[in-house]
Nanobody
Framework: QVQLAESGGGLVQPGGSLRLSCAAS????????MAWFRQAPGKEREFLAT???????AYADSVKGRFTISRDNAKSTVSLQMNSLKPEDTAVYYC?????????????????WGQGTQVTVSS
């Protein structure tokens, strides 16, 4: 079992930045593919970014160039640096992981999820 806990959400003005963190416990995440998703009210959960055990990364087009995913295996953490935030980035943000060396954008492929952290972009 892997437990995930997100932090770092909050209220930010358009154009601002936030850094989300995800702390993993229960098992080392070294061999897990880690990812961030988000879900806005009334919408499907949406893939944002993933980082593989190799540290290769992939991003959704909607956040490419604005968001950066990183991992620190020694600290069992994954982060999402979010810049140039827009009102449409408002959502609950979730950290997830799967035991795999291949990347996936599908919610169904991820085994463990955090509880989420709210990000609100508004003036």
């Amino acid at each position: 079992q892997v437990q995930l806990a997100e932090s770092g959400g909050g209220l930010v003005q358009p154009g601002g930045s936030l850094r989300l963190s995800c702390a993993a416990s229960g098992r080392t995440i070294t061999n897990y593919a880690m990812a961030w998703f988000r879900q806005a009210p009334g919408k499907e959960r949406e893939f944002l970014a993933t980082i593989m055990p190799s540290r290769a990364t992939a991003y959704a087009d909607s956040v490419k160039g604005r968001f950066t995913i990183s991992r620190d295996n020694a600290k069992s953490t994954v982060s999402l640096q979010m810049n140039s935030l827009k009102p449409e980035d408002t959502a609950v943000y979730y950290c997830a992981c799967r035991w795999s060396t291949t990347w996936s954008t599908s919610v169904q492929d991820y085994d463990y999820w955090g509880q989420g952290t709210q990000v609100t972009v508004s003036s």
